[in-house]
């Protein structure tokens, strides 16, 4: 089993700046491919950004590509999201998710076996 647990979310301005963290647990991660995911009301889960732990491989969505960056260390099992330029259709609950596997363009939340509790990020305008 894998746990994972999110931290980092809070309220910011539109232009701001916050950094999630998910630490994970359980299980050794070096063959696994790390992703965040969003949900605002009344919309689906959306992927954000994945990254294979091993080779460091990243993939962003179009919508946060320049704005995010995804990062890892694997010494503290933890991934990180750095989230910059903030717009207030950022607001979601951001979800940490890992899969086992190397490819990190799989963005269905269906490939992606375990997940964090989510935390709530919210940018006023």
């Known amino acids: 089993q894998v746990q994972l647990v999110e931290s980092g979310g809070g309220l910011v301005q539109a232009g701001g700046s916050l950094r999630l963290s998910c630490v994970a647990s359980?299980?050794?991660?070096?063959?696994?491919?790390m992703g965040w995911f969003r949900q605002a009301p009344g919309k689906e889960r959306e992927f954000v950004a994945a990254?294979?732990?091993?080779?460091?491989?990243?993939n962003y969505a179009d919508s946060v590509k320049g704005r995010f960056t995804i990062s890892r260390d694997n010494a503290k099992n933890t991934v990180y999201l750095q989230m910059n330029s903030l717009k207030p259709e950022d607001t979601a609950v951001y979800y940490c998710a890992a899969r086992n596997g190397w490819n990190t363009r799989r963005t269905s939340p269906d490939e992606y076996d375990y997940w964090g509790q989510g935390t709530q990020v919210t940018v006023s305008s």
């Open positions: 990254i294979n732990l091993s080779s460091g491989t990243t």
């Open positions: 359980g299980r050794t991660f070096s063959s696994y491919v």
